[in-house]
């Protein structure tokens, strides 16, 4: 019993932590925030993750691959290629992006 009660509170541990990987989506707009706070991605199916109430995903100047992920976000934007979208949790109203990649 106490095995079942430690691998119950295990799993519900690690999904809470968990993030989301969105659906394949197109980068519409990429916009810095006036402040200096960071990069806003807009996406033409503006996918919302659950718990957020914008589909715009915010990536903070302060992430650690911060231009290697900007990089890949303008890459995918001038070749309008596809890209999958990582992200956890929220910050203010946007999804709190981790990390991105691109496919064709």
Known sequence: MKKLLLITMLLACSSANA???????????????WSGEGVYIFTNENFIAEGCISGVARMPNSHLL??????????AFHTNSKVRLYVDGCIGQQMHLKAVSIQK
């Open 66 to 75: 911060f231009r290697e992920n900007l990089s890949i976000l303008l890459s």
């Open 19 to 33: 993030g989301t990987e969105l659906n394949i989506q197109t980068i519409k707009k990429i916009n810095m925030g």
